[in-house]
């Protein structure tokens, strides 16, 4: 008991109560600001491994970038990442961060199918798989229902069979050898059902895209309900993102 009280001492909570709105460390790099500050564009380009930087005007691919920061490092006028965990959508073009625009990331209300809050708003069970991922987002999705984060209470849980599941969350970026296993997932869980994509390789490929040993046709024959980017996706984004997707934002 004197050891737990030392421990709260402290560190403080061991969890947190409000996943919804809470400080994380300024470490942390979540949605970018790019500014209206005339830099060399070309040169603010040719630094991003992952060309998730575009220009006419500046902008930047969340869905892409890895969040490596060497924009921000090298032109520290220009972007600025700030903490806001809060940027995933069901919208791809929505992941696309513009110059001088500072606007939240939102999901379109409009394209989610009415059954999801009424069929998922209270329990959502979903079959999690690495799609030859490094394994990054798989250790992010399991920590987001650990003792901090503590998914689970909004009933949100993964689980071992896609039988069992109401969708599936796609790490990696699609692999030759993965690519039917992904399908035969799919099929195997009941509609209605949904299909997120978590982590920059999911989304987009990452520093893999136009790889001969991926194979994303998958992605062309199923609508994508969820973007969920970060290089892995941070916790908070993920539990955020499925509140906001079946109503409890």
Known sequence: MFNNIKIWFHQG???IPDVRNVK?????????????????????????????ISTSPVAIDLGKCTFCGE???????KVVFTTDYKISTNERSRLIIKE?????????????????KSMFGRSLKLRQVSAGGDNSCEW?????????????RFGIEFVASPRHADGIVITGPITVNMAEPLQICYDAT???????????????????????????SFLDRHTVDLYIP???AHPLTVINALLALTGRE
């Open 13 to 15: 909570k061991q969890f």
């Open 24 to 52: 994380v460390p300024g470490i942390f790099r979540g949605r970018p600001i790019i500014s209206l500050e005339t830099v060399d564009e070309k040169a603010l380009v040719d630094c991003c491994p992952t060309n998730a």
């Open 71 to 77: 924009c921000a490092f090298r032109f520290p006028e």
């Open 100 to 116: 001088g625009i500072d606007e939240p990331i939102v999901l379109n209300k409009n394209i989610i199918p009415k059954d999801f």
């Open 140 to 152: 992010e999705l399991n920590a987001a229902n650990n003792v901090q984060f503590d998914m689970s």
């Open 190 to 216: 009941p509609d209605p059902k949904m299909v997120v994509l978590c982590g920059t390789d999911a989304i987009s490929g990452g520093i893999f895209e136009g790889s001969p040993a991926l194979d994303r």
């Open 230 to 232: 970060g290089n892995p």
